[in-house]
């Protein structure tokens, strides 16, 4: 593809299929509530977010889930378990918004845009998605292949799809 | 072996890594106030604290209470008076009283983090803990009298 903004915005297309994928929106929701499952299902039990998006007294995200995943109790788990931030909300939102929101600083946890790289690609949360235990399925690719991904889009200009159109 | 300390003593116990803590608290030392729901985290029977923070003693292997403290609800107080558990008495709480040691060790967990809880905390804080008797609007008050409140908000 040779016009630069063109692959920069298809590279994006391309790891959207992973920053839609449930693996990732599930603890990227716009309320108070993960969810789980591969239609969005409310997380059972009732948790809520929390004031630092790790739960409340007594229900915190680390009451159950662990640093790994457990076979014998399904409870998926990983290295500081816990949902993003409200302003870093994907669930049910457009590539395109997405996309804007992940190059926004304040709506990305003021990262830049080398920081996003790091950590779309070693961040061990985010890596959980390609590991997701049980029968749960895994976000499409592998962490290293979306980390490349993201890299490619920013090397080429971290250029945005255009949002769709309504039906 | 696996030191930990339990209720202010310390043990040393013979068991795999993965052993749930569950199994560890009631089969090899013996306090069984710590009830088996579901295995899945998902009823909150088997709340303990770790360190003063409650977790879901099924599904916490034992490596990660190594060095730690353990309290169960034999040790909350020494003669059964915490506030909660003279609260529970003094309301009558319990019906069956299978899931009532968890929802104690939620509420104290709670309350060491929020000692006068609005409702809403309640709420959410003991959403993780299911009594299949619904004695929830009595728990509810019980832990609000613990903590100094009228019964009813």
Redesign the interface.
Known sequence: MADPEARSKALFMEAAKVLTHPRCVNCHPHDDQPRQRDRAEAH?????RGPDNHG?????C???H?DRN?D????PGAPDWHLAPIEMAWLGRTPAAICAQIKDPKRNGGKTLAQIADHTAHDKLVGWGWNPGADRQPAPGSQERFGALVAAWIETGAACPAEEKPQ | MIALRVNGTEHTVDADPDMPLLWVVRDLIGLTGTKYGCGEALCGACVVHLDGEAVRACVTPISKAAGRSVTTIEGLSKDGNHPLQKAWVELGVPQCGYCQSGQIMSAAALLAKKPKPTNAEIDTSLAGNICRCGTYTRIRAAVRVAAGLPKEE
């Open positions: 059972n039990p009732p948790v809520v409340v007294p007594a229900l915190a680390g009451s159950c662990q457990l014998h109790a399904r409870v």
